[in-house]
């Protein structure tokens, strides 16, 4: 007698493997593992089972796709779940420890994830991610990525536990953390901040740790001249920071030292005699002059008067005679402003040139972008259990490779640039 036995796929996943429209493995399938291999080697060769290498990596993205809140739910997840071994490519089942993932972030560190993310930035380089032609800004600009840099708190979750000390500080149990500006989302604001440099498109390109009491101002130059030592290969040209970083320091290190342009929403700043509101400056006669060029290389604006008395009104220009009407060139009297005087209120990108105005709304998006990741898309924040500032650190650049990734695969399905700038093309 003859008996038919129901034989189940090779696997539990069989399913999902073989739909080709399975968003979730084709977004793994996308990963480039070329990114992965070689800083794996470099750092953790030699470490586990043979097989786990670029698979650790992978999980580690799932662990962020997933929301997953520790490494024991994920590597819980990883044993009882088909699907998420195979997109992760852990052969014949075997699956990690949670332990085996603090050995991975104390071999790697955050140079090593740093190195991983850094890869994926180029990759979204080379397609054309980072800086593709925007339309609306104008042709007249330096070349290069343009940069939106911001921090956000990431509240502590665990080790919070503290004792005042006797000048009135606060020492907690995870020495790493400190209280933050008072917010009225938390009741106890006590964790980490992360500064972050992001493109305009939207993709993190760089995120550093302090605890939550250190100030935006003081990290921007190190986190910008990190930023440049990973990338020596690309053109960094304006940088977007909001009014906490408008000092003359910053403004004057950002281009001295690394060439770039910065874009700060300005606070109040009052001119010298001889210069209007907007820090431009007069005629002797008191009219505004016109800013008709900025000479990046020898760090100066020029201004004209375009002989602007000529078009008032006759009983106006009959009081005086201009010296610069006579002439026959168009410009007339022309002034410079130099850098060197104050780079806050002469520098190149005031707030009353074009590419200030231009630049400053983008601000908001990328900020908006970068929140909703912390906030909703992965909760960031609420899935960090982790203590000590290189470990946060590595959380973070974590969520700075999937979003990287996110955008990256996005860009393959729908070419989709950016997720907060939408072009027409």
């Not at 580690?60 to 990883?78: G, H, N, Y």
């Not at 052969?91 to 085996?100: A, D, F, L, Q, V």
């Not at 665990?158 to 790493?176: N, P």
């Not at 970068?370 to 290189?390: A, F, S």
């Amino acid at each position: 007698m003859d008996f038919q036995i129901p034989i189940r796929p090779f696997s539990s996943a069989y399913e999902d493997l073989s739909d080709p429209a399975n968003e979730f493995v084709n977004y793994f399938s996308s990963i480039r593992c070329e990114h992965l291999a070689p800083v794996i080697a470099r750092y953790y060769a030699g470490i586990g089972p043979t097989g786990y290498g670029i698979s650790l990596i992978l999980s580690r993205i799932l662990k962020v796709k997933e929301i997953m809140f520790s490494d024991r739910i994920l590597a819980d997840k990883l044993m009882k779940n088909a699907t998420f071994r195979a997109v992760c490519l852990f052969e014949k089942g075997r699956t990690p420890s949670h332990n085996t993932y603090n050995t991975l972030r104390r071999r790697l560190g955050v140079a090593g994830f740093r190195q991983i993310h850094r890869r994926f930035v180029l990759e979204a380089n080379a397609l054309g991610l980072l800086n593709p032609d925007i339309p609306w800004l104008s042709k007249v600009r330096k070349k290069g990525i343009i940069l939106v840099g911001d921090s956000t708190f990431i509240q502590a979750t665990c080790a919070t536990k503290g004792k005042q000390q006797e000048d009135g500080s606060w020492l907690f149990q995870d020495q790493s953390v400190s209280f933050g500006r008072q917010h009225h989302k938390y009741r106890y604001a006590v964790g980490h901040k992360a500064h972050s440099l992001m493109s305009v498109t939207g993709i993190p390109m760089i995120s550093v740790v302090t605890s939550a009491a250190v100030q935006d101002q003081v990290v921007v130059n190190d986190l910008v001249k990190e930023l440049v030592e990973l990338y020596p290969e690309l053109s960094f040209a304006y940088i977007i920071l909001d009014r906490g970083y408008d000092t003359e320091d910053i403004h004057k290190t950002l281009y001295e030292r690394y060439h770039i342009i910065p874009v700060i929403i300005r606070k109040k700043i009052t001119y010298p005699k001889g210069f209007n509101k907007a820090g431009y400056p007069l005629c002797p006669f008191g009219y505004a002059m016109t800013r008709i060029a900025i000479d990046y290389k020898r760090k100066r604006t020029k201004f004209s008067c375009r002989k602007i008395c000529q078009k008032k009104p006759k009983q106006q220009s009959d009081l005086f005679v201009c010296e610069q009407s006579k002439m026959n060139n168009l410009n007339g009297l022309v002034l410079y402003t130099y850098f060197r005087n104050s780079y806050r209120k002469f520098g190149p990108a005031v707030s009353g040139t074009t590419i200030y105005k231009q630049l400053k709304p983008m601000r908001t998006s990328i900020e908006r972008e970068y929140g909703l990741v912390k906030e909703n898309r992965y909760k960031m924040e609420h899935t960090n259990t982790y203590q000590g500032i290189d470990n946060v650190a590595i959380h973070v650049i974590e969520h700075d490779i999937t979003l990287t990734q996110d955008i990256i695969f996005e860009f393959q399905k729908s070419k989709q640039r950016s997720p907060v700038l939408k072009f027409n093309y």
